[in-house]
């Protein structure tokens, strides 16, 4: 019984431990921040699949910040990952929003020019 | 023997770890992830996206490998939100260079029929050049002018049709020629005042805005003002007639701004002989 309590509080005092070595991940916070300030700015908002995204990303921002606050880095680094992931999935759907919708004008252009041809 | 124990109880716990591994409920990220990595790969960018695959690719291997390691462990979740973002994101990617293609392809198109286009109004030119001869214009001159209109003329069932936006002869809602419409009505009446056998329609159009029958009054006020202009300028009055046609045979889409100025227009239409006219 003693034995068993020595290694269970061994073993405990080894995760604190191993807890309070992983340093706030800082860089990611940066780097994910920056993920979400650029999705703002090509109008990720304004696109329903990029805005969910963005939404997303914030919230994982501020869940990751308030980890860091109660020293759970490890926590923090996957969800700020979590969050660079979808602002870097807002970007690109922002970005395609509109190449999308210009290609579709061209086609009708073209189908106009086609049928005003054959007649 | 404490060797042989020992190789028994790693093989064991290896046996034990693969099988909670394969008996753990795949979770919902995991499940997703995997989806999406085959959403991904089969979409009709995918070979146009190969590197950012190749990144999906690698996120999805990393999930599972930590699904097998510790299928438990909110980690495997986290990778693979990670990994489905990812493939995803490599999706967009691939979408967005098959995009870029079909844009470039459109608008080659599109340059190409304009060209076509361009060819055809020469070959439309061409023909009213041999229509004014026999119509005993004086055709050096005449040819000139219709030239310098080049973009405003085409041959139709009708005969010669030349269009003049209704925004360059008149202000809005008036039917008083504008000074700067008078140059080009000049050019007009020199190309056409050698064509003395010929009539000419004066047809006024607006667009769809209004009612139809105050839209008709102006147009046939604004068909007047250029044919009583036409007869200042020598044309005679007998060969020519105005007619305002409202909103009818509109050229463009009245719903926009654009095609309502297109569709505010004069045509000025010289009969072939033995024509159809509206």
Known sequence: MRIKSIVTGSLAALALAACATVPAPQVRLADSQAAVRAAGEVGADKVPKAALHLQLANEGLETAQKMISKGQNERAEYTLQRAQADAELAIALAKLEPVRNKVLQTTEQLEQLKAKNVR | MKNYVKQFVSVAACGLAAACATTHPVPT???????????????????????????????????????????????????????????????????MARLEEQQKEGEKAIGQYQVASGEQKDRELTSVKKDLASAQLQAKDALLQLTSLRDKVKQDERGLVITLSGNVLFGSNKTELLPAARTQLDDIVRALVGAKDQAIIIEGFTDATGATERNEELSKHRAEAVMNYFAEKGLALERMRAVGRGPSNPIADNKSAEGRATNRRVEIVVQAQGAASR
């Open chain 2, 29 to 95: 990220e995991l499940a997703d992830a995997r989806a999406a990595y085959g959403h991904a790969t089969s979409s009709e960018g995918a070979t146009l996206a190969q590197a950012q695959m190749h990144v999906a690719k690698t996120a999805l291997e990393a999930a599972e490998k930590q699904f097998s390691a510790d299928a438990e462990n909110p980690k495997t979740r986290d990778l693979a939100y990670i990994a489905a973002r990812k493939a995803e994101l490599a999706e967009a990617v691939g979408d």
